[in-house]
């Protein structure tokens, strides 16, 4: 449940306060050393390349299969995949969600997005996260929230 509730908050604190107070973009202290340590632990399990990683900061997601392997390994370790299937279910951080954007926000990516699945998980997360990025503006700011606050 922590994991769930660590993704709620990085996702959603980026979707909804860094719209409102765009001068002050920053992840709370309390939640950096989790959210670095899932950064590294999914680097490590995917071989994902940071550099590759980083290139968010524009809006794109590198098609290379290591950056793939990062996005399912978080969505993962989040508890938003289902292991058996690979379906993505954004909509269990909409049910937790602390407030209205947060939910609205969430729900318009899941029913944009959810109904992605391919044979391959990694894949599937990966055009997930490429349609989260092609169907809301606000979602490349998460991008750069990681990569501001975290050192990625």
Request: with cysteine; net charge negative.
């Amino acid at each position: 449940m922590y994991r769930l509730k660590l993704g709620l908050l990085l996702v959603g604190y980026c979707i909804t306060y860094c719209r409102a107070v765009k001068s002050t973009w920053q992840i709370p202290e309390e939640y950096k050393e989790p959210a670095k340590m899932l950064h590294n632990m999914c680097l490590k399990e995917s071989g994902a390349s940071e550099e590759l990683i980083r290139t968010c900061m524009d809006g794109t997601i590198h098609e290379d299969r290591g950056v793939q392997c990062y996005i399912h390994c978080l969505f993962d370790k989040l508890m938003v995949i289902n292991e058996d299937t690979g379906h993505i279910h954004l909509d269990r951080l909409a049910k937790i969600a602390p407030n209205t954007d947060m939910k609205e926000a969430f729900e318009f990516l899941h029913k944009e997005c959810g109904h992605i699945l391919t044979e391959d998980h990694c894949l599937t997360a990966f055009q997930a996260a490429k349609c989260y990025f092609d169907s809301h503006d606000e979602v490349v700011k998460f991008c750069h929230l990681l990569v501001a606050d975290l050192g990625i």
